[in-house]
């Protein structure tokens, strides 16, 4: 079955088309990706802003000319934080169904966090407990679990554009406003964590534009390539590194820098930030970076056959 799956996001709108045979397998015909920002203001205003929405929309309309263009069995288009906080996001997940003719679906915290798990351990080997990091535009998901199944999961409002337009008002922003971002991500991670876990056993993979991002840092990427990217280890002193290394430059110097797509400069810093947050509650020395995500989850779950009505 070829599938369309638009992930609409708070910082960036994504599109994955593939193909999925009967035992999960899948084959990607197609994977882009823009910087959006649909959530941009929603954290001080409460609603999503008409220009964040039109230039989503255009956006969504170059993925569905696309998914036409290759043909598909089914589609959907999931929405995450942004939409779940805004007063009218309700109707702006209703235009994508009027103006797309995609299938809207606003995924609760807890759905978000099973399909980002679902899609960055497909293939990983069971070795033991793993935690899932998805650093987000509006959000952070944590997710440990083992062999498919979650054991844990926290949806936190805890994400770059969120706590980038909260506290970083300068460029480059000041160590006080950096520190403010970092104690408010350690005390949301914190509260988050469950009360039992036995931390030295977890693996830990870092999904999402900051660990991606990261990662073509760490390797001097001057073109993004997934296949290096992906299976890539960071250790908690390279981001740290990159992490004191970025928060000194004006966002025009951060956007040179290689391995950084210019339109993520902006959210790097409170990226890695959140990142560095999650690995020291878990107390994990490094992170393997994944690009399959709630992308794949969410293809797979399309995928399957619907449950028989009777």
Known sequence: MRVGVVDIGTNSTRLLIAEVDDSGRIAEVDRRSQVTRLGRGVDADGRLSEPAMHDTWQVVDEYRARMQEVGIDKAVALMTSAVRDATNGTAFAESIRDRHGIAPMVLTGEQE??????????????TGPVLVIDVGGGSTELVIGRAGRVHFHASTQLGVVRQGERYLEHDPPTSQELGALQ??????IGAAMPRSLDLPSLQGIAVAGT???????????????????????????VLHAQLEHLRALPLEERQRVRGVHP???????????ILLAALD???????????HDILLGAAIGLARPSPART
Do not use: M
């Open 183 to 188: 104690s408010e991500a350690k005390a949301i």
């Open 281 to 291: 509650a878990f107390r994990l020395h490094e992170v393997t970076v994944s690009e």
């Open 211 to 237: 660990a991606t991002q990261s990662a073509a840092i760490d390797l001097g990427l001057v073109r993004y390539d997934p296949s290096r990217v992906h299976g890539h280890v960071l250790t908690r002193q």
């Open 113 to 126: 966090a099973r399909l980002t798990f679902t899609g960055a351990t497909t293939g990983v080997e069971d």
């Open 263 to 273: 339109d993520r400069a902006l959210v790097i810093v409170p990226g890695l930030a």
